[in-house]
């Protein structure tokens, strides 16, 4: 009878990696861009199985590229160092001590601390900003939000550079306008701009809820794909608020300009990238034009 369970589970999980099959075979050699946290630095589960998600997806063939962000990292550095911390529609206001923070706690604490766990998975992965090649272009965003860009040009030679000899390019959402000034981009607007001039299959855009919900007091209420002219009823009527505006409104830009699905998961729950990608079910929201 034991025997029997041990196979019968073991048959379980091969039906598992079955389902992955025709998902594996439909991205392999696609790029696909995936936001995620400043906490993907961390330890914790979560951090570690996102990282294995990555990897298995690496290794099957497929082309990931990493544009992380930093929200909750760089309010704390801010606090520390007695920094006032704002927000307008759900971005940083951004002066120009608070850019400082920005650049250091992005570029040098964040990206190398992902770069560094992805490589003990056997991965080459290489950290890059907006600066490094001069790829991330942007201008000045709005004046309410101070030193915050929005991205005008990207120049994908270093991208494709990259990805062409397998790394994996681990971005930090700092881009410079014409006359070097730096800017501090939304990580969800820089993912949406690189996944569309990368033509990428996919953009997804880790968050700490399960996706968009149309009634956010109902669990029940999720939604779990809907077209961009449907995501767009939903800002217009503001049904979305906080820090899921820009989300949204990066992945209709995405899905607008060439990317071939946008999706919204929950970085909290274990293996969540795997789930959404390489399941019939999915566990996020997903946008499509």
């Known amino acids: 009878m034991k025997n029997t369970q041990q196979f019968d589970y073991l048959v379980e999980k091969a039906s598992h990696l079955i389902e992955a099959l025709p998902y594996v075979r439909q991205f392999y050699g696609k790029t696909i861009v995936i936001k995620c946290g400043g906490a993907a630095m961390t330890d914790s589960e979560e951090t570690h199985s996102m990282l294995q998600d990555i990897a298995l997806l690496y290794f099957c063939g497929i082309r990931p590229v990493i544009v992380h962000g930093g929200g909750s990292e760089i309010s704390d550095m801010c606090q520390r160092l007695n920094l006032k911390v704002d927000f307008f529609n759900g971005q940083r206001v951004t002066d120009l001590q608070t850019l400082e923070v920005v650049q250091m706690v992005l570029s040098g604490k964040i990206n190398k601390g992902i770069v560094s766990k992805l490589n003990q998975f056997g991965i080459k992965a ?138 919204i998961i929950n970085g909290k729950l274990t293996h969540s990238v795997l789930l959404e990608m390489l399941t019939d079910q999915g566990v996020g929201t997903m946008i499509r034009r």
């Open 126 to 263: 290489v950290g890059v900003s907006g600066h490094d090649g001069n790829f991330l272009q942007a201008d000045k965003f709005s004046s309410e939000l101070g030193y915050v860009g929005k991205v005008s040009h990207i120049d994908t030679a270093l991208m494709y550079t990259l990805l062409d000899n397998a790394f994996i390019p681990v971005i930090a959402p700092l881009g410079t306008d014409k006359m070097g000034q730096t800017y501090n981009i939304n990580a969800d607007f820089a993912a949406s701009a690189i996944a569309s001039s990368l033509n990428a299959e996919k953009l997804i855009i880790m968050s700490d809820v399960h996706g968009l919900y149309a009634d956010i007091h109902d669990p029940a209420s999720k939604i779990t794909t809907l077209s961009s002219e449907t995501a767009r009823d939903l800002l217009q009527k503001k049904q979305i608020s906080g820090g899921m505006i820009p989300k949204l409104e990066a992945c209709l830009e995405a899905v607008e300009k060439n990317v071939g699905a946008a999706h």
